[in-house]
């Protein structure tokens, strides 16, 4: 069972253009962060955001959790082919820190 | 501050062999967590250690082991190893409600 649905799971986009990715689930999780991955690595924190109807910035992304923490979205705008990657978001339960569930990953391409 | 390190970063093993990953967390994190990346199954927990006790598991095979040293190090063990084992492994280490991931162990199984 998928408790993270994440959508899409492909994005192929030009430069410029802006996106939104979906991270949904029924449950309702205490913290959720967004991380991205290149091929072959591991993958690096963006953010982590904790409070229900918390929105954070960082330069062309915006992240927001819902008000009742149950699901988050990832907003990138005016692409860059630099943002090319997986972007995977991740959930932690109770005072789980050390476990998180993942969502499938949206992988991102952006041409230029 | 180092990040998180893990190895060997590649490591090619046979069937029915077993094998050891290392992993260091970030200074001060005392929390170091273990997951399996594959193309089919996405990324799963397999354990994490706090203080050298095991505080949570994953839904895994007992072949799948770890450990965790006074210094925080961590060690993971796969006895037996399958062809389905060949994975991406991950180690984490947290403070709080993040956690900061390693470059990870490419283990193929032949």
């Known amino acids: 069972t998928q408790l993270l649905e994440q959508s899409p799971q492909f994005l192929s986009i030009q430069e410029g253009e802006n996106l939104t990715v979906y991270c949904n689930s029924s449950?309702?999780?205490?913290?959720l962060q967004w991380y991205r991955q290149e091929p072959g690595e591991g993958p690096v924190l963006l953010v982590t955001v904790v409070t229900g109807g918390e929105v954070k910035k960082l330069k062309r992304l915006t992240f927001q959790f819902g008000d009742a923490r149950k699901d988050s979205s990832l907003h990138i705008t005016a692409a860059q082919p630099g943002d090319t990657g997986l972007y995977l978001c991740a959930g932690a339960k109770g005072n789980q820190g050390g476990k998180l569930i993942f969502g499938q990953g949206t992988e991102l391409s952006v041409k230029p | 501050k180092a990040g998180v390190t893990q190895t060997p970063r590649y490591l090619i093993k046979t069937r029915g062999q077993q094998v050891t990953l290392s992993c260091s967390p970030i200074?001060?994190?005392?929390?170091v967590s273990w997951y399996q990346q594959t193309p089919g199954q996405g990324l799963q927990f397999l354990f994490e250690?706090?203080?050298?006790?095991?505080?949570n598991k994953g839904n895994f095979p007992g072949r799948f082991s770890g450990r965790q040293f006074s210094n925080s190090r961590s060690e993971m063990n796969v006895s037996t190893l399958e062809l389905g084992d060949s994975a991406l492994y991950l180690c984490?280490?947290?403070?709080?409600?993040?956690?900061?991931f390693g470059p990870g162990t490419r283990l193929t199984v032949l």
């Open positions: 984490a280490s947290s403070h709080g409600h993040t956690q900061y």
């Open positions: 449950s309702v999780f205490s913290s």
């Open positions: 200074s001060g994190h005392r929390s």
């Open positions: 250690y706090f203080s050298e006790t095991q505080r």
